[in-house]
């Protein structure tokens, strides 16, 4: 069974033990790739979001990096020809239970399913986590930080008494960067 935390500092388990010590960067990013798409995803993409290209160089690292999981992950990596998945039914993803209570509370305007999901955001999706020379990788990585952190903030709003707004705003650097105010009860100035 595979356990992925990818909401804030990643960590992964296998059957209950903290796996992935000797995977490289690539490999992780695959594996989170896969993890997040919760679909079979072809090779040659694999090849060309991770390593730029579908040469036979960068179909050979692929191999490499499917081979590296599959030690780790055993039979929750699905490998075929030309696809690699992971197995939902033995994998259990924090991104997935967030997007489902998310939508679960706003279906049923359950605000506690909403409160649920939102205590799922524990910061950036893959905070801290770089892979280099992959341009493709890191748009997509960009795209689902943007994705969760929206979703959060907006299924925090109903709860301003909580500070989550706030602590949500404080852990995105792009916020923390672009915005001349706080969101506390400092008077809000025009820019």
């Known amino acids: 069974m595979l356990s992925l935390r990818l909401l804030g500092v990643t960590e992964f388990y296998v059957n209950g033990e903290t796996a992935g010590g000797d995977l490289?960067?690539?490999?992780?990013?695959?594996?989170?790739y896969l993890a997040v798409t919760g679909q079979p995803q072809p090779r040659t993409s694999l090849s060309v979001l991770l390593w730029g290209d579908a040469s036979e160089s960068a179909r050979a690292n692929l191999r490499k990096s499917i081979s590296a999981l599959n030690r780790v992950l055993g039979a929750?990596?699905?490998?075929?020809?030309?696809?690699v998945a992971l197995d939902g039914k033995q994998c259990t993803i924090d991104t997935h239970a967030f997007e489902q209570l998310a939508q679960e509370g706003q279906d049923t305007g359950n605000v506690l399913l909403l409160q649920s999901a939102v205590d799922l955001y524990h910061g950036e999706f893959l905070a801290g986590f770089a892979v280099r020379n992959a341009p493709d990788y890191d748009l997509w990585m960009y795209q689902m930080?943007?994705?969760?952190?929206?979703?959060?903030?907006?299924?925090?709003?109903?709860?301003?008494g909580t500070g989550a707004p706030q602590r949500l705003v404080?852990?995105?650097?792009?916020?923390?960067?672009?915005?001349?105010?706080?969101?506390?009860?400092?008077?809000?100035t025009a820019i």
């Open 170 to 188: 404080k852990q995105s650097p792009v916020c923390n960067a672009s915005l001349p105010w706080s969101l506390g009860t400092k008077k809000h």
């Open 24 to 32: 490289l960067g690539k490999d992780l990013a695959l594996l989170y």
């Open 145 to 160: 930080q943007e994705k969760y952190r929206g979703l959060a903030v907006r299924h925090s709003m109903p709860w301003p």
């Open 76 to 83: 929750s990596l699905v490998i075929a020809r030309d696809r």
